[in-house]
């Protein structure tokens, strides 16, 4: 479970990071082992309190991210790039 001890330190640091202006999304696979399950529900719940995206798949954070930089785009008074 050394993966997991990872994602905790990076999801810790995130937390306590300034706001990024550019999209950032997690994703979080499941797991067939019940330990690890139990971890990575953890990790989830972390992730949700400190209003970070999570997605369980990287096609899905792909989506959502490119639909906020389309309704970014999209705003009146952004320049295109």
Not at 3 to 24: F, G, I, N, Q, T
Not at 27 to 55: H, M, N, R, W
Request: aromatic share 8%; net charge negative; charged share 20%.
């Amino acid at each position: 479970m050394g993966h997991l001890s990872r994602v905790k330190e990076h999801l810790s640091a995130m937390a306590e990071a300034e706001a990024s202006p550019k999209p950032m999304a997690m994703v979080i696979g499941p797991s067939i082992l019940p330990e690890e399950q139990t971890e990575i529900f953890t990790i989830i719940q972390k992730s949700v309190f400190a209003a970070l995206p999570v997605y369980y798949s990287f096609g899905s954070a792909a989506n959502a991210i490119n639909m906020v930089l389309r309704y970014d785009e999209s705003q009146p008074g952004k320049l295109s790039k």
